[in-house]
């Protein structure tokens, strides 16, 4: 483990779950807000979204509350600031991942209290808005939401697109990313996730061919350049982004290539020419350092074989070696991480970000 990298939990072991994944993160007036999905397992009715808070100065997160639920499945939190000035929390709805749809719930208290849920967009299919990364609120006031549809059909077509919205996400226009599929050997690329460098948008998606995608717009995100591969490697797992504060670009992601390939080790990689080129920084698990002492809590590494089947219900897995889906947000001087850590819960780590931008020479 690197040195400089701090681990605790957010939650670990719940009773009320026998997987947890999918975390978000969120800084709000020094607080940090995690979201995530738990329950039986992915796609299962039971999931629901649980919500907790590290208050500023603290070291222990709150104990989680369910803040979405219904009976069925939930998927895939969100959090964000809105262009209102409220915390935006974006969640998908439905046992089907091609039938998703996305609902929101708004806080005007920093994550106290929320509104009741609505739809992102009336009549959705298929989820609109953010699928895993926040929104990006451009100068003009612009907000743009990184999404992306899988259709399980044989053989499966997965596609990203940009919903763009310029009056504070009262409405969406959804703006799609190309790609040339002649190349692929799988279905394509899915959860963007986005940053801008003056004028320009750029996103870096997951895909089934090894290697990240990246994408540009030149237009405010109305439309987008053709996605293709950079050298990061990716294993067809979420991966984030986060702009440093010296220009350049970190990514956490499992620096690992195939479809479906191992999710561990879990890293930061940074970019100094917006995405194009990649080097590891800073690895945040490695599957052997152990979060805490607890002897049940011991992390293991990937097991051998396929640890992964996946359908439009969701990923079947025991977890086991599994340390994926990062969310990021900068507090201060410092990177937050939060992460799945086998599928039992959700682990925060941080790690300055001068360890991050003193590494590359």
């Given amino acids: 483990m690197t040195p400089p990298v701090h681990r ?7 009773p009320a779950w026998r997987q947890a994944h999918a975390s978000t993160v969120l800084a709000v007036d020094g607080d940090l807000l995690a979201a995530w999905f738990a329950g039986e397992r992915e796609g299962s009715p039971d999931t629901r979204i649980w919500l907790a808070r590290r208050p500023a100065g603290s070291a222990r997160w709150s104990a989680p509350e369910v803040v979405v639920a219904g009976d069925e499945a939930h998927w895939n939190p ?40 609505f739809p992102l967009v ?24 990184p999404g992306s549809r899988e259709n399980w059909s044989d053989p499966p077509v997965w596609e990203s697109f940009v919903d763009v919205s310029t009056d504070a996400g009262a409405t969406w226009l959804r703006t799609p990313i190309p790609l040339e599929r002649d190349s692929l050997r799988g279905p394509g690329v899915i959860q963007p996730a986005l940053w801008a460098d003056g004028d320009r948008v750029y996103a870096l998606m997951r895909s089934s061919e090894g290697r990240a995608y ?38 956490v992601h499992n620096p690992v290539s195939g ?30 350092t152990p979060v805490d002492d607890h002897p049940a809590r011991r992390p293991s590494l990937p097991p051998t074989g396929p640890g992964f089947r996946a359908a439009d219900g969701g990923v079947r897995t025991t977890g086991e070696g599994e340390y994926s889906y990062p969310a990021a947000t900068l507090l201060g001087d410092t990177l937050v991480v ?19 931008t003193r590494r590359t020479p």
């Fill in 8 to 14: 605790r939990w957010v939650a670990v072991d719940h």
């Fill in 78 to 117: 969100v959090l964000a600031h809105g262009p209102d000035g409220a915390v935006w929390l974006f969640a998908k709805r439905g046992a089907l991942i091609s039938e998703w749809t996305t609902w929101v719930r708004r806080s005007v208290d920093g994550g106290r209290t929320w509104s009741p849920e």
């Fill in 122 to 145: 009336p009549g959705d299919v298929g989820g609109r808005g953010p699928v895993k990364s926040p929104p990006l609120l451009l100068g003009d006031g612009t907000w743009l939401a």
């Fill in 214 to 251: 990246r994408a540009r717009s030149t237009d405010g995100g109305r439309t987008w350049s053709a996605a293709h591969p950079v050298d990061l490697p990716n294993n067809n797992s979420a991966l984030t982004v986060v702009p440093l504060p010296d220009g350049s670009i970190g990514c």
């Fill in 259 to 288: 479809d479906w390939g191992d999710r561990c080790p879990l890293v930061v990689s940074r970019s100094r020419d917006n995405g194009e080129s990649w080097q590891v920084v800073v690895t945040i698990e490695d599957g052997r």
């Fill in 338 to 356: 939060t992460y799945t850590w086998q599928r039992r819960g959700i682990v925060e780590a941080t790690v300055p970000v001068h360890a991050l």
